[in-house]
């Protein structure tokens, strides 16, 4: 089993700023690749970032440019840097990690919003 914990949403007026963090606890060591997707109201959970466990990356074409997933396998945390927001990046944004298993966070609320 895996859990993961998301932290770092929030209300952001459009053009700033937001780092999301994801830290995994429990069977980590069987964890490849991680990612973040996200799920606005009345859309599809849709994916925004992946990142293997050698540091491959794969960006959903919305956020190219603007968001940056990284990940430290020391801390067992994925991170989203997330820059230039607008206000189609509201979402709840999830963290997804594979194993044997997909594992799913709780979710975290960011608003793009003046």
């Known amino acids: 089993q895996v859990q993961l914990v998301e932290s770092g949403g929030g209300l952001v007026q459009p053009g700033g700023s937001l780092r999301l963090s994801c830290a995994a606890s429990?069977?980590?060591?069987?964890?490849?690749?991680m990612g973040w997707y996200r799920q606005a109201p009345g859309k599809e959970r849709e994916l925004v970032a992946t990142i293997t466990s050698r540091g491959s990356t794969n960006y959903a074409d919305s956020v190219k440019g603007r968001f940056t997933i990284s990940r430290d396998n020391a801390k067992n945390t994925v991170y989203l840097q997330m820059n230039s927001l607008k206000p189609e990046d509201t979402a709840v944004y999830y963290c997804n990690a594979n194993s044997v298993h997909s594992y799913w966070g709780q979710g975290t609320q960011v608003t793009v919003s003046s």
């Open positions: 429990g069977s980590i060591f069987s964890i490849g690749s």
